[in-house]
T-cell receptor, first 110, second 114 residues
Framework: QQPVQSPQAVILREGEDAVINCSSSKALYSVHWYRQKHGEAPVFLMILLKGGEQKGHEKISASFNEKKQQSSLYLTASQLSYSGTYFC???????????FGTGTSLTVIP | SQTIHQWPATLVQPVGSPLSLECTVEGTSNPNLYWYRQAAGRGLQLLFYSVGIGQISSEVPQNLSASRPQDRQFILSSKKLLLSDSGFYLC?????????????FGPGTRLTVT
């Protein structure tokens, strides 16, 4: 049930771009993205409800391909504050369960 | 505004001892409530979720249990802790609905079983 994310870890220099992918084996109703700083609780970034819909948050955007059951998170012109672990989260078409992906550790260096 | 509380923040318990973690939400009614566990350096594992008072769904068979005695109170319990129960326990709430609303997390409880 747990979505699989890739890559597992990525290191960027400030200003570089990154893409994090999330793939599920189940049909999805929605995809969420969260960021977790070390030792803290995850913080909501964005949610995608419709297939193909892209949403943005400052320099972070995401897409959701409903047919392929995949989502991607795009981070452009990365900043030091983007460092953390990124999790996608998905909800199946039926039910109130919610499953987080395997996580992607992102480190931005000066 | 909505607020979610969890306590205690940290806990060190011996193997075989009982456990009770509490989570309360303020500023909303009839929320969906969730318990997650995160082992060191790992992802978030859904343990239980609840859509209403007394309605608990378990995702992983284990020695943990959950209860929702009041609309905005969610309790995680164990009669006898195992070493493998160590981890970061997170409570979260969302607006009731089928996965279409963001989850808001409490500060978490870091449990070490010795």
């Amino acid at each position: 049930q747990q979505p699989v994310q890739s890559p597992q870890a990525v290191i960027l220099r400030e200003g570089e771009d990154a893409v994090i992918n999330c793939s599920s084996s189940k049909a999805l109703y929605s995809v969420h993205w969260y960021r977790q700083k070390h030792g803290e609780a995850p913080v909501f970034l964005m949610i995608l409800l419709k297939g193909g819909e892209q949403k943005g948050h400052e320099k972070i955007s995401a897409s959701f391909n409903e047919k392929k059951q995949q989502s991607s998170l795009y981070l452009t012109a990365s900043q030091l504050s983007y460092s953390g672990t990124y999790f996608c989260g998905s909800s199946p078409l039926a039910g109130n369960q919610f499953y987080f992906g395997t996580g992607t550790s992102l480190t931005v260096i000066p | 505004s909505q607020t979610i509380h969890q306590w205690p923040a940290t806990l060190v318990q011996p193997v075989g001892s009982p456990l009770s973690l509490e989570c309360t939400v303020e500023g909303t009614s009839n929320p969906n409530l969730y318990w997650y566990r995160q082992a060191a350096g790992r992802g978030l594992q859904l343990l239980f979720y609840s859509v209403g008072i007394g309605q608990i769904s378990s995702e992983v068979p284990q020695n943990l249990s959950a209860s929702r005695p009041q609309d905005r109170q969610f309790i995680l319990s164990s009669k006898k802790l195992l070493l493998s129960d160590s981890g970061f326990y997170l409570c979260a709430w969302s607006v009731a609905g089928v996965g279409s609303y963001e989850q808001y997390f409490g500060p978490g409880t870091r449990l070490t079983v010795t």
